[in-house]
């Protein structure tokens, strides 16, 4: 995933290995690692974690994205999922919002219990995507799931979803209901027609890109139901990565 940021000055490219590690669940599914380089000469300056940039800057959208979209005096959250992105959506959601409730559900009840005591903060383990989906203002998906775990008619008129698995054609995380009912957002139109199952197989109408809403040449409708569709981007990393070269850089 080769980006270019003139503004920032910075040159990277990442190398993603997806692996569905049945027999170890301890080793990440998705491993990464991003290239820095001197954009005047090609000199490569850093090699970094991957895995961890990707998270950090996917939940960072995500945030912005919530920020423009989600109901006003939103008091629940609800992730969907446990995994490396459910932890950097919790943290960085937890540090910007004031939800009142947070709630957690996983496939593996186990694997959610063992999340709700391994953050800082209450954390309410649910145990049905339903259950947890019911009432939210905000909803997180971040599974592995193939085919739908999020339905339509779950979700409370109004709430805001970041819908982040799914990053596969064949796959989905959201049903027809919520895709074609709610209002879609998606980080990049033409990534999405071409690898996301949600928007592909639905047939939902992209409403605008999430920069289109930024930079106000489309609204932030916070008032009506919304999808933010997340396939990630490979100058987020490129910014994120010339964020923390710059950072120990100074420190050096």
Same mark, same amino acid.
């Given at each position: @995933?080769?980006? +270019?940021?003139?503004?920032?000055?910075?040159?990277?490219?990442?190398?993603?290995?997806? +692996?569905?590690?049945?027999?170890?669940?301890?080793?990440?599914?998705?491993?990464?690692?991003?290239? #820095?380089?001197?954009?005047?000469?090609?000199?490569?300056?850093?090699?970094?974690?991957?895995?961890?940039?990707?998270?950090?800057?996917?939940?960072?959208?995500?945030?912005?994205?919530?920020?423009?979209?989600?109901?006003?005096?939103?008091?629940? #959250?609800?992730?969907?999922?446990?995994?490396?992105?459910?932890?950097?959506? +919790?943290?960085?959601?937890?540090?910007?919002?004031?939800?009142?409730?947070?709630?957690?559900?996983?496939?593996?009840?186990?694997?959610?219990?063992?999340?709700?005591?391994?953050?800082?903060?209450?954390?309410?383990?649910?145990?049905?995507?339903?259950?947890?989906?019911?009432?939210?203002?905000?909803?997180?998906?971040?599974?592995?799931?193939?085919?739908?775990?999020? +339905?339509?008619?779950?979700?409370?008129?109004?709430?805001?979803?970041?819908?982040?698995?799914?990053?596969?054609?064949?796959?989905?995380?959201?049903?027809?209901?919520?895709?074609?009912?709610?209002? #879609?957002?998606?980080?990049?139109?033409?990534?999405?027609?071409?690898?996301?199952?949600?928007?592909?197989?639905?047939?939902?109408?992209?409403?605008?890109?999430?920069?289109?809403?930024? #930079?106000?040449?489309?609204?932030?409708?916070?008032?009506?139901?919304?999808?933010?569709?997340?396939?990630? @981007?490979?100058?987020?990393?490129?910014?994120?990565?010339?964020?923390?070269?710059?950072?120990?850089?100074?420190?050096?």
């Amino acid at each position: @995933m080769p980006a +270019y940021s003139a503004n920032d000055d910075a040159l990277t490219t990442k190398l993603v290995t997806f +692996y569905e590690h049945l027999n170890d669940p301890n080793v990440p599914s998705h491993q990464a690692t991003v290239l #820095l380089f001197d954009p005047s000469n090609g000199t490569l300056k850093a090699v970094m974690d991957g895995s961890v940039i990707t998270a950090k800057r996917t939940a960072a959208v995500s945030a912005i994205a919530t920020k423009l979209l989600m109901p006003v005096d939103s008091e629940v #959250l609800c992730i969907l999922g446990t995994g490396v992105q459910a932890r950097s959506h +919790y943290e960085i959601f937890m540090e910007l919002f004031s939800f009142k409730e947070v709630r957690i559900w996983n496939r593996t009840k186990e694997n959610a219990e063992k999340f709700a005591r391994s953050v800082n903060g209450p954390v309410r383990v649910c145990s049905s995507a339903q259950e947890a989906v019911t009432g939210a203002d905000v909803i997180v998906t971040v599974t592995m799931a193939t085919k739908p775990i999020l +339905y339509g008619d779950w979700v409370k008129p109004g709430a805001h979803v970041n819908a982040i698995g799914a990053s596969r054609p064949d796959w989905r995380e959201l049903d027809d209901d919520i895709m074609r009912n709610s209002v #879609l957002y998606v980080d990049s139109r033409e990534a999405a027609l071409r690898e996301s199952g949600d928007v592909i197989l639905s047939g939902a109408k992209i409403f605008a890109e999430l920069g289109e809403a930024l #930079l106000g040449t489309k609204p932030a409708l916070c008032e009506k139901t919304t999808v933010f569709k997340s396939l990630g @981007m490979a100058i987020e990393d490129t910014v994120a990565a010339k964020m923390v070269f710059d950072f120990w850089s100074a420190g050096s």
